[in-house]
């Protein structure tokens, strides 16, 4: 009696919700007119931008290209590092893992609001002292020799292709399907043909001006779908009561396969079997967002364009109140999508997800597509098309001019120390054409690959690969006694380990709900927010008793002057003048104490 009222509930619900497949087949909605008139402007008016900032700029000089002439100002900074971090995957991601599992994944935003506030304080000073352009580049001076310098570009590189890149046009690509039914390759191309002419002949100016025009159109759209969303549940409130009644109609009664998380409203769960266990949230999660937001070249190089700390400082103040919003305008509509579709999005059954959205795993990620598609009028849905355009471009951009500022300076002049900055110029441009030909060529292994929950695959990943350079870097900044040959075993040993791991989860994948699990123990019970943990530790120890086991760095002949005395910053002599002044404000005292402190 309890299964019939549970299945009638939900196909009540369903038959009258837009999208359902217990309805009458209805012809899917396409872009008309208006929509195509707005997307055609935006496409317009983000290459007026760019092709704008490629003149205003210097860009025949490497600092000119790579770092915006250090002369970019605190809000295309701010706007800049919330592009390059909200691409397309985090709509995609974020809104399908909400869609699957509730609110615990704003847990990511709310960490890394706390990090960007570590970048600005902490790393920012010693990078801006140690005059460098890329990360490895601080290694090298950090450690001397080149062998972990070269060690951390190509495991960069190699995270960037197969993972950002991939994961971006991959989100790109179930959007693009899910809502204009346009072919895959064309569309795509055609993105990467305009983000590449901005990219490759602006440098990063084109990229932070273009990527604040971008966070504009991405805020307004998304907050303009949001407000469209909670009006369909009544506030919520609705969402908190029907969340739990999103059950799909075709699912197996003696599994709890496509039910609800019991603690979707949650963001600390269990600490063992939970899909977010606290531990790893409050831990786990911080070492690999570290790597991200305080070592990654990506977000680094757009705060090291500032002209000076107070300006590179303000960018991540903005930043962190930009972060606020992921949670109001992908998590809670993901969460929404399932309400109103819940058949599509929640299915439950390998054949009918498969049909759905050609995954077996499940169809989460076309949570909020579908929202875009069936809840928007005319002209909305070419406003939003627009902001997941501009989301795909952003990150796109950032990343490939930041991949290949680490290919030209710390690759190409290392194989050719004699090349002229005409030469390096010349190399940066063309290897972004590599990267964009890498992109076309990695499609078909994307639509291939890792399906289900898009943002837990990313975060996975991240947790095997990033904890060990984290370590690496917070050991090199904040103890003078780690050495070469500490930093670069732990970070070997390390990468090792987590590579390990990573293999394992892709020989034994994670078993469609309903079916018996038999990977081995330590993927079937090691969550990877807690492996993160394990693997940071395992790092930390290997990098402290090899470096004290052997000869301590000469910090003298490595000119490490800016680790043994923070406060003789070359680049925040402004701030120092004011210290020399009578007339310094409270927050400007503040701001120097923080400085002479870090």
Not at 118 to 140: G, K, Q, S
Request: aromatic share 12%; net charge positive.
């Amino acid at each position: 009696m309890e299964m019939k009222t549970e299945i009638t509930l939900t196909m009540e619900k369903t038959t009258n919700t837009p999208g359902s497949t217990a309805q009458a087949p209805v012809k899917p909605h396409t872009l008309d007119v208006a929509d195509i008139v707005i997307l055609t402007v935006y496409l317009v008016f983000v290459l007026a931008v760019g092709l704008w900032s490629m003149y205003r700029t210097k860009r025949n000089t490497v600092k000119g290209y790579f770092l915006a002439g250090r002369n970019m100002v605190w809000w295309p900074i701010g706007a800049s590092l919330f592009a390059s971090n909200v691409g397309s995957g985090h709509f995609i991601g974020l809104a399908g893992t909400g869609a699957a599992s509730g609110i615990a994944v704003s847990a990511y935003e709310f960490n890394g609001m706390i990090i960007v506030i570590l970048l600005a304080w902490c790393f920012l000073p010693i990078y801006i002292a140690a005059e460098v352009t890329t990360m490895p580049e601080y290694l090298r001076k950090r450690f001397g020799g080149q062998r972990i310098r070269l060690f951390i570009a190509i495991l960069y590189l190699f995270i960037y292709i197969f993972t950002k890149i991939s994961v971006d046009i991959y989100a790109g690509a179930v959007f693009i399907q899910q809502a204009l039914r346009w072919d895959l390759y064309i569309a795509v191309i055609g993105l990467l043909a305009i983000t590449t002419l901005y990219t490759v002949g602006g440098g990063l100016a084109a990229v932070i001006y273009t990527d604040a025009l971008q966070t504009v159109i991405m805020l307004i759209g998304a907050l303009v779908l949001m407000g469209f969303a909670f009006v369909k549940v009544d506030g919520y409130s609705g969402l908190q009561e029907l969340y739990f009644h999103a059950i799909p109609s075709v699912r197996d009664l003696n599994t709890t396969c496509g039910l609800p998380r019991n603690d979707a409203f949650h963001i600390f769960r269990d600490p063992v079997t939970s899909d977010f266990p606290w531990p790893g949230v409050l831990i786990g999660m911080t070492i690999p967002s570290i790597w991200y937001w305080c070592t990654d070249q990506v977000i680094v190089q757009r705060s090291l364009s500032a002209k000076n700390l107070l300006h590179a400082k303000g960018g991540s103040l903005l930043a962190v109140y930009l972060k606020t919003l992921p949670v109001f305008i992908m998590v809670l509509p993901g969460m929404i999508s399932r309400v109103l579709f819940t058949d599509e999005v929640a299915c439950a059954d390998a054949d009918t997800c498969q049909r759905i959205c050609g995954n077996k795993v499940g169809c989460s990620d076309i949570a909020y597509p579908k929202l875009v598609m069936e809840l928007l009028p005319g002209g909305l849905r070419g406003l939003m098309m627009s902001v997941m355009i501009a989301a795909l471009m952003s990150s796109l951009t950032s990343i490939f001019n930041s991949a290949s500022t680490l290919f030209t300076i710390d690759i190409w002049h290392h194989i050719r120390p004699q090349s002229t900055e005409w030469e390096l110029m010349i190399v940066g441009r063309v290897f972004v054409l590599v990267l964009v030909v890498l992109s076309v060529l990695w499609i078909p292994l994307v639509q291939m690959s890792q399906g289900g929950q898009l943002f837990q695959y990313i975060q996975s990943i991240s947790s095997y690969l990033q904890p060990p350079v984290a370590i690496v870097f917070m050991t090199g900044c904040f103890w003078k006694r780690t050495n070469e040959m500490g930093a670069f075993w732990g970070l070997l040993t390390g990468i090792l380990v987590g590579c390990t791991r990573m293999a394992l989860d892709f020989i034994y994948p994670e078993p469609v709900c309903g079916q018996p699990d038999n990977r081995p123990l330590v993927t079937k019970y090691v969550h990877y927010l807690h492996f993160s943990i394990i693997l940071s530790v395992f790092t930390l120890i290997v990098v402290v008793i090899i470096s004290l086991s052997t000869k301590p760095p000469d910090l003298e002949r490595l000119h490490l002057k800016w680790i043994l005395q923070p406060n003789s910053l070359k680049r925040v002599s402004s701030i120092e003048r004011i210290s020399a002044t009578q007339e310094a404000s409270p927050y400007q005292r503040i701001n120097l104490m923080m400085v002479r402190f870090i």
